[in-house]
C-alpha cells in the first residue's frame, strides 16, 4: 500500500529551507529507524505528522504489534504527508517515505537498500536490534534511532551501536508512553541522546537531518579544518572540567566523536560548541562517554575467547598455587559484557579442572556511570544472542525485559573507577584482557602503555589485545602465544623504568629558541637570573610537594631539596604502619582462635541442654503414665488409694495388716 500526502515546502523565513529538492528517488541525509510496540502506534504518528515530505529524511518503522500489517499501514498514512510503503521486497530507501516493516519479518540495511527475512533469520537477537545495528554499520553518522513506546528492551543494543558508529538516539519520554518499558530500557542504560515527546523528537530529528546535511556540504570543510586545528583547545577545556586529557588519544577517533557531538547540539561552528563545553556543566561528561564509547557485547570476537578459554586458562588454573587467588585485569570496561564474559570462562576452567580457587577479576574505567551499569549486572534481552542458553541458565536470571548477572557471577568483579594512563596499574596479575584500548590511543602513547601491562603481570602472565592491536617497540617484554587471537605472555626481560603518570597533562614548557620568552631571558642581568634562581629554589623547598625531575630511562636531573629526608620519613612510616598491621592481623588471629573456642564450648552446651530435654520428656512422660494409673485406680475402687507418706506411694493391704498386727502385739 503506497499514499502520497500533500507536499509542504521548508520555512524560508525562518531560516530552514528543505534539505533536498523534491522528487522521485532522492538520497536521504539520514535514516531513522523508529522501534515501538505497545502504545507505540499512537506515538509514531505524532511523530510523523511533523515531519514535512520534503525535509530529506526517509523512515523505516518497526511496529511489533500481532496487527494486520496493512492496517497500520493504513493508520500511518492517515497522519503523514509523506509516502507509505509496506516492504516486501528489497527497496532502495528514498526521502520522503516511511518504510513500514511488518512483524513477521527482520529487516537490514545495506549499501542504502533495505531488505526482510522471516522472523526465524534472528530468533535470539531482537528485530530492532537487528536492524539498527545494520542501519548504523551502513550509514555511520546519517543513522538515527528511535525507541518509542512499548514493552521490553529490544533496540537498547542496536541504539549503542549507532551511538559508535556516530549516529543520534532518541526515546520517547516516559511519562508520555503508553509503556515506557522499551524507552526506559533504553535510557537507563546511558544510551539516549535525546529524551522528549514524541513531537518534540521530530524538531530534534529535523534539525539533526540539517546539519548532516550541511556536514556534507563544501562549507563542511571550513568547519573540519576548524575542528582539526582547535581539537587541542576543546582537549585542554575537557581536561579542565573532568580532569582526564585526551590530547594523546588517537586524532581521527578523537575528531569523529567530536564532530558528532556538534551534531547532536547541531552546533553552528566549533566555536559555539568549545564554550557550550566551557559552561554546560552536563557536556563534558557527555563527551567523555563518548569518547569512551566502545563496541561491547559478551564474548565478541568468540573466535579469540574460543583460543583463550582453550590454552590460557588452563595453564592458569592448572599452575596457580591453591591458596593464592586467579588475579584478571580488564582495563576499560565500560558496562561489563568483557569482564563477565571472562568470569564465565575462568569458572567453567576451574569446573572442568576441578581445582576451585578465589577468583578476582579487576574491571576498571574512568566513565563512573557505566562502572555502576556493570555494577548493577542488569542486560538487555540481545545477551541472548551472544550468550548460549547453558550459560544463560546458570550464569542469569531472567527479571522482566532482561537479564541480571546471578550474585556469585557479580561478586567475582571488582569494578572501580581508574585511568590507564594516570594512575598506577595493578600488579602480580595472571591475566590482562586490554582489547580495543590501544586502537585509541597514539603510538606514543601506546609505546608507554606497553612497559606498564609488562609490569602489571606476574612472571609468566598472559595478555590479550584486540584485532588488529599490536605491541610496538617491545621486544622481549612479550611473546606470542596465538597471534592470530593476539594472545601473547609476558616474557623474562625486566620491566624498563616507567614515569607516571603517562599522561603529560599540562606541564609547562621550555621557552623555544627565538621565542619573545628566550629573547627576554638572554636581555637579564646574571645577578637578576641568580635572585630569580634563589626566590624559585625557596618557593619549591618550602611549598612545593616532594618531587623529581626524570628522563624516559629513570635518570634523575633534578629534585625538591628536601625529597630525600621526605622519602626517608616516609620509609619510616610506612614501616611502623607495616609492623602496626602485622600485629592487627596477629590480634585478629588470636581473636579467631577464641572465637573458635567458644564455638566449640557453645556447641558442647548445645548437646547438653538437648540431652537434658531428652530426661525431661522422658520423665514427663512417666509422670503421665503414672497419672492415668492413678485415674484408673480411682474409677476402679471409687476411692483414691491411701500413700505412704514416707515413700509417697499407695501402701498395699499386706503392709495395713502387718502394721496393725504389729500394733497389738503384747509388750
Known amino acids: 500500500m503506497a499514499r502520497r500526502g500533500a507536499r509542504s515546502g521548508g520555512d524560508p523565513a525562518a531560516g530552514q529551507p528543505p534539505l533536498t529538492t523534491s522528487g522521485p528517488a ?24 511533523r515531519v514535512p515530505d520534503d525535509a530529506g529524511i526517509a523512515f523505516v518503522l518497526l511496529l511489533r504489534q500481532r496487527r494486520d500489517p496493512r492496517q497500520l499501514a493504513s493508520e500511518v498514512a492517515r497522519q503523514t504527508r509523506m509516502r507509505v510503503e509496506l516492504v516486501q ?93 522499551l524507552p526506559q530500557a533504553a535510557i537507563g542504560a546511558g544510551l539516549v541522546d535525546v529524551v522528549a515527546p514524541p513531537e518534540r523528537i521530530a524538531g530534534r530529528i529535523l534539525d539533526h537531518g540539517r546539519a548532516v546535511a550541511r556536514s556534507c556540504s563544501a562549507a563542511s570543510t571550513t568547519t573540519e579544518q576548524d575542528l582539526r586545528a582547535r581539537v587541542g583547545d576543546l582537549c585542554r577545556i575537557l581536561e579542565l572540567r573532568t580532569g582526564h586529557d585526551f590530547s594523546r588519544y588517537q586524532r581521527d577517533a578523537l575528531i569523529r566523536r567530536i564532530r558528532r557531538r556538534l551534531l547532536v547540539h547541531d552546533a553552528a561552528s566549533v566555536a559555539a560548541y568549545a564554550l557550550l563545553l566551557a559552561q554546560d556543566p552536563k557536556e563534558p561528561d557527555r563527551l567523555l562517554r563518548d569518547l569512551l564509547a566502545g563496541a561491547t557485547r559478551f564474548f565478541r570476537d568468540p573466535e579469540a575467547f574460543a583460543a583463550l578459554a582453550a590454552t590460557v586458562l588452563p595453564a592458569i588454573v592448572r599452575d596457580q598455587a591453591p591458596e593464592l ?19 564465565m570462562l575462568v569458572r567453567e576452567a576451574m569446573e572442568r579442572a576441578g581445582r576451585p580457587r578465589l577468583v578476582q ?81 597514539e603510538p606514543e602513547m601506546q609505546e608507554k602503555l606497553v612497559p606498564l601491562l609488562h609490569y602489571a603481570l606476574r612472571p609468566g602472565g598472559y595478555l590479550l589485545l584486540g584485532a588488529g592491536e599490536d605491541l610496538v617497540r617491545t621486544a622481549g617484554l612479550f ?31 621550555i621557552p623555544a629558541p627565538g621565542s619573545a620568552e628566550a629573547r627576554a631571558e638572554a636581555g637579564r642581568s646574571p645577578a637578576q637570573r641568580r635572585l630569580t634562581v634563589a626566590f624559585e629554589r625557596t618557593v619549591l623547598d618550602e611549598y612545593t610537594p616532594p618531587c623529581a625531575l626524570v628522563d624516559a630511562g629513570g635518570e634523575q636531573h ?38 573458635a573456642g567458644l564455638r566449640e564450648q557453645l556447641q558442647s552446651s548445645n548437646e547438653e541442654l538437648l540431652t537434658s530435654h531428652q530426661q525431661l520428656r522422658a520423665f514427663s512422660e512417666e509422670l503421665a503414665t503414672l497419672r492415668r494409673e ?35 502385739r503384747p509388750g
Open 26 to 49: 532522492v538520497v536521504p541525509a539520514v535514516v531513522v529507524g523508529v522501534g515501538a510496540s505497545t502504545g507505540g502506534l499512537e506515538a509514531a504518528q505524532q511523530l510523523l505528522a
Open 479 to 509: 611473546e606470542p602465544v596465538d597471534e592470530q587471537h593476539r594472545l601473547f605472555r609476558r616474557g623474562g626481560r625486566a620491566t624498563p623504568r616507567m614515569v607516571l603518570p603517562l599522561s603529560a597533562g599540562r606541564l609547562g614548557s
Open 325 to 343: 587467588p586467579i588475579r584478571v585485569w580488564v582495563p576499560g570496561c565500560g558496562s561489563g559484557e568483557e569482564a563477565y564474559s571472562i568470569a
Open 361 to 441: 577479576i579487576f574491571a576498571t574505567d574512568i566513565d563512573t556511570e557505566m562502572l555502576a551499569a556493570a555494577r548493577r549486572g542488569r542486560f538487555p534481552e540481545a545477551i541472548a544472542a551472544d550468550v548460549t542458553p547453558e550459560r544463560l541458565a546458570r550464569f542469569f536470571v531472567r527479571d522482566g525485559a532482561g537479564y541480571v548477572a546471578v550474585p556469585s557471577l557479580r561478586e567475582t568483579c571488582l569494578f572501580s573507577r581508574h585511568s590507564l594512563v594516570r594512575d598506577p596499574p595493578f600488579s602480580n596479575l595472571d591475566f590482562i584482557c586490554c582489547r580495543n584500548v590501544l586502537c585509541y590511543l
Open 630 to 664: 492413678a485415674e484408673w485406680t480411682t474409677a476402679s475402687h471409687g476411692t483414691p488409694p491411701r500413700l505412704d507418706r514416707r515413700r509417697d506411694r499407695p501402701a498395699s493391704r499386706a503392709v495395713r495388716m502387718n502394721h496393725g498386727w504389729a500394733s497389738r
Open 558 to 595: 633534578a629534585a625538591v631539596a628536601r625529597l630525600e629526608s621526605e622519602l626517608r620519613a616516609t620509609q619510616s612510616e610506612l614501616r611502623r604502619t607495616s609492623e602496626e598491621l602485622q600485629t592487627t592481623l596477629e590480634a585478629l588471629r588470636s581473636a579467631d582462635q577464641e572465637l
Open 89 to 181: 521486497a528489497p527497496a532502495r530507501v528514498e526521502a520522503g517515505t516511511v518504510y513500514l516493516v511488518a512483524p513477521v519479518f527482520v529487516a537490514t540495511m545495506k549499501l542504502g537498500t533495505l531488505s526482510v527475512g522471516p522472523q526465524d533469520d534472528a530468533p535470539a537477537r531482537g528485530a530492532i536490534d537487528t536492524f539498527f545495528r545494520s542501519l548504523a554499520e551502513d550509514l555511520g553518522e546519517s543513522a538515527v534511532g528511535v525507541v518509542l513506546s512499548g514493552s521490553g528492551s529490544d533496540g537498547t543494543a542496536g541504539l549503542r551501536a549507532i551511538q559508535e558508529h556516530g549516529g543520534l538516539t532518541l526515546a520517547q519520554a516516559p511519562q508520555t508512553a503508553s509503556d515506557p518499558s
